[in-house]
């Protein structure tokens, strides 16, 4: 298993409360799946993708600590400090400006406008929400349009399978109560069993297609984002693996047409 995932010494810290790993059991198939990745792509297998190279083929790893998914307030929450005061359903308007100092933040709390005042604002609204507050804040401006400028957002395949009839999927363990509940039990007791196979674990690729750099689409784009393209450690494109095999190996034999096209119906890549 070393050669699907093995941590790269020195590239991951060793504390902090979000911890990063893999669930106890994985997906049967993995293995399978990262080999046809690289017999067709000739992308390689990486066995730590966070460790600063993400180019190739490898095991998903997750905010996993001790056989269990961690959240944000799961790990930061734990105790609370006097200082923090969180405000649900609360929308932020915009940051209350003080000619150039930002003095506070206007929200909209329970239909009601009010004004905190704060000797220190951080904006973590995310991608599109942080951009559009400092825009609704009139910080923004059309001499000053850089905000949000540089988002890019990038392609994610995520390959679906035909199953076996004898097979089960994800979403049928969960719709069924007798299913549910025994991958309930056997997460609680052991923390394995069908709900880490598929919260757990995945196969992904990040892969280098070579014809959508020589595609005629790409020839159009300008050429500072062509070099940030291009930049060899930035892959093409992300593509994840989901599949489950509840009754054990019985998954036909398939072998399907993978094909990527541009906009203009160029085929790029098929497998
Ligand atoms: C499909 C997908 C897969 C991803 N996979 C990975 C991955 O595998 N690894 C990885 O490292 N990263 C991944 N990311 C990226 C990661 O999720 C983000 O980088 C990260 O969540 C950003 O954190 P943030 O706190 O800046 O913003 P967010 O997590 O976006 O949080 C912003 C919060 O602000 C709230 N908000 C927005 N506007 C307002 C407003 N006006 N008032 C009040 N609240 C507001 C939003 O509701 C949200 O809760 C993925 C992202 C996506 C979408």
Redesign the pocket.
């Known amino acids: 298993m070393e050669k699907y995932a093995k941590p790269t010494k020195g590239a991951h810290g060793t504390s902090g409360p979000i911890g990063i790993g893999y669930g106890a059991e994985w997906m049967p198939l993995i293995d399978t799946y990262l080999e046809a990745a690289d017999d067709a792509l000739k992308c390689g297998i990486i066995p730590d993708y966070n460790d600063g190279n993400v180019v190739g083929a490898s095991v ?2 997750f905010n996993i600590t001790g056989g269990e998914r961690i959240t ?1 307030p799961g790990a930061f929450l734990k105790t609370i400090p006097d200082t923090l005061t969180l405000w649900t359903e ?4 915009k940051i209350v400006l003080d000619g150039k100092k930002a003095v506070g933040v206007e ?1 909209k709390k329970n239909g009601k406008k009010e004004v905190v005042k704060g000797s220190e604002i951080i904006v ?7 951009p ?2 400092l825009m609704r804040s009139g910080i923004t401006t059309k001499e000053n349009p850089a905000i949000g400028k540089n988002l890019k957002d990038h392609l ?1 395949l995520s390959l679906e399978f035909e199953l076996n009839s004898k097979l089960l999927s994800h979403h049928q363990i969960l719709e069924d109560p007798d299913l549910a509940a025994a991958a309930e039990k056997a997460y609680r007791l052991g923390k394995n069993g069908d709900l880490v196979k598929f919260g757990g674990s995945s196969g ?1 690729i990040f892969p280098k297609l070579d014809s959508v750099y020589k595609s005629k689409e790409f020839q159009k784009i300008d050429s500072e984002t062509k070099a940030f393209l291009e930049d060899p450690g930035r892959p093409t494109t992300e593509i994840w693996f989901m599949v489950i095999d509840l009754l054990g190996g019985l998954i036909s034999e398939r072998r399907g047409l993978l094909a990527t096209a541009t906009a203009e119906g160029e085929e790029l890549y098929h497998v």
Do not use: F, L, P, R
Not at 90 to 93: G, H, R
């Open positions: 998903a790893q944000s609360t929308e932020v308007n929200v973590s609204c995310g991608t599109i929400g942080s559009a507050v994610i992904v």
